[in-house]
């Protein structure tokens, strides 16, 4: 074979695995279908509400999976790249993405804040004046979070507006539907033992919704430090009380909660790990726990199930 057609032959076998490389899409790209508006969400939580109101006239792609902490989480290259090919970023906000807060300023155009709601309806942060992201777990207010998503795709996508609007109907009576099971899981609990206690401060929404005592190790954001001084006093306060359960998260580490224990026990009473709690993250997609709801009723029973 002559030297020209070899090199010939392997520029053209070059070239192909060039053109098959570059078509083949991206596994972190955002599904691309005709005429849908393509949405990148941050969380998990989000992903799930934004896929039941957009329906099929949308594409979602979620950047936080399963047992990920939004607090501390970092963009990838990859989640760069998705957030370029977004239509519409939709990210938490009001605090809960920390680390990404530089990234949503600068795609400000197609940036929106889901959890922006009126701050007389949200929890304030630590003792401070910054409010608790947490709000996934009142499910009335999740359900307005809806509301601001429904607004937001109606303006990008005038045509689906009344698809939307049917589907959060059907959304906020799945969400109210499922803050009644939760009660009813709930209220097999004593009075005295609904005392709620994990490894950071998550569940102030919870609390106010359903009549809990929220006691913590670290504050609302999984960055703040774990001091030795929170575990004594939470140790005495278990002691003095008999609580009888304590829970870990699925996205925080479970050390300061062993810790805890220990201290406990060091004072005379055994309190259980109850079990883990989805607290930043939902659990893995078509899992019970997969979704918003799914997650909320998921942990009223591993807490019913310890506390009662």
């Excluded at 059907?170 to 539907?177: G, H, I, T």
């Excluded at 810790?259 to 078509?286: N, Y």
Aim: hydrophobic share 40%.
């Amino acid at each position: 074979m002559g030297l020209q057609k070899l090199v010939l032959i392997t520029a053209l076998t070059f070239g192909l695995l060039l053109v098959g490389c570059v078509s083949q899409p991206s596994a972190d790209s955002i599904p691309d279908k005709p005429g849908q508006l393509k949405v990148v969400t941050t969380t998990g939580m989000l992903g799930d509400l934004v896929e039941r109101v957009g329906g099929d006239r949308i594409s979602v792609k979620s950047l936080m999976g399963p047992g990920v902490d939004p607090h501390l989480y970092q963009a990838k290259s990859s989640d760069l790249l998705a957030l370029d090919q977004a239509d519409l970023i939709v990210f938490h906000g009001i605090g809960l993405e920390g680390r990404m807060a530089r990234i949503f300023t600068q795609q400000k155009d197609k940036a929106f804040e889901a959890a922006a709601l009126d701050p007389s309806l949200l929890l304030k942060a630590d003792n401070t004046t910054e409010p608790d992201p947490h709000i996934w777990f009142d499910l009335d207010l999740w359900g307005k979070v809806a509301e601001r998503v429904t607004q937001e795709l109606s303006r990008r996508d005038p045509a689906g507006k009344s698809t939307f609007e049917a589907n959060l109907r059907s959304y906020q009576a799945d969400l109210e539907k499922a803050k009644s099971e939760v009660t009813e899981i709930l209220r097999t609990i004593p009075p005295k033992q609904r005392v709620l206690v994990t490894a950071h401060d998550a569940f102030q929404y919870f609390g106010r919704a359903y009549g809990f005592e929220i006691r913590a190790i670290q504050g609302t954001n999984t960055a703040s430090e774990a001091g030795a001084s929170q575990i004594r006093t939470l140790a005495d306060i278990l002691t003095e009380r008999k609580i009888q359960a304590i829970f870990v998260e699925t996205s925080v580490s479970s050390t300061t909660i062993g810790a805890l224990q220990q201290a406990t026990e060091a004072r005379g009473w055994q309190v259980k790990i109850g079990g883990s709690l989805f607290s930043d993250a939902m659990g893995d997609q078509g899992s019970e726990s997969g979704s918003v709801i799914g997650m909320n009723l998921s942990n009223a029973k591993t807490i019913a199930e310890a506390l009662r």
